[in-house]
Nanobody, 127 residues
Framework: VDLTESGGGSVEAGGSRKLSCGVS????????MGWVRQAPGKAREGVAT???????SYADSVQGRFTISQDNAGTTLYLDMSSLKPEDSGMYYC??????????????????????WGLGIPLTVSS
């Protein structure tokens, strides 16, 4: 599975931004999709997940502000972000997993939640 993120850039605090992730390959085998971010000097943090049944999970820090979704074909994953804060800045990664199992941002190690990762795209929220 290949993943390509787009939509990053700079935005002012309080603003909105929509990230997209093009998904190609064995799309029909994907069990879990998600967004993970990494701020400079910090570990990767799970932001949102969406499993094959449509169940979502969100990090507490983004709950109510971010929404994860996908198109009907399952070839594009989205992350709608609103009320952005400077602490939302970082590199945003699209990630998927073809393995059966839990699909949640609260995984003990978010690196192990997903097997396939995009290259990431930066988002800067200025105050």
């Amino acid at each position: 599975v290949d993943l390509t993120e787009s939509g990053g850039g700079s935005v002012e605090a309080g603003g909105s931004r929509k990230l997209s992730c093009g998904v190609s390959g064995h799309v029909n085998l994907i069990q879990c999709m998600g967004w993970v971010r990494q701020a400079p000097g910090k570990a990767r943090e799970g932001v949102a997940t969406l499993d094959k049944d449509g169940t979502t999970s969100y990090a507490d820090s983004v709950q109510g502000r971010f929404t994860i979704s996908q198109d009907n074909a399952g070839t594009t994953l989205y992350l709608d972000m609103s009320s952005l804060k400077p602490e939302d800045s970082g590199m945003y990664y699209c990630a998927v997993d073809l393995r059966f199992g839990p699909c949640t941002v609260f995984a003990r190690n978010i690196e192990n939640q997903f097997k396939n990762w995009g290259l990431g795209i930066p988002l800067t929220v200025s105050s």
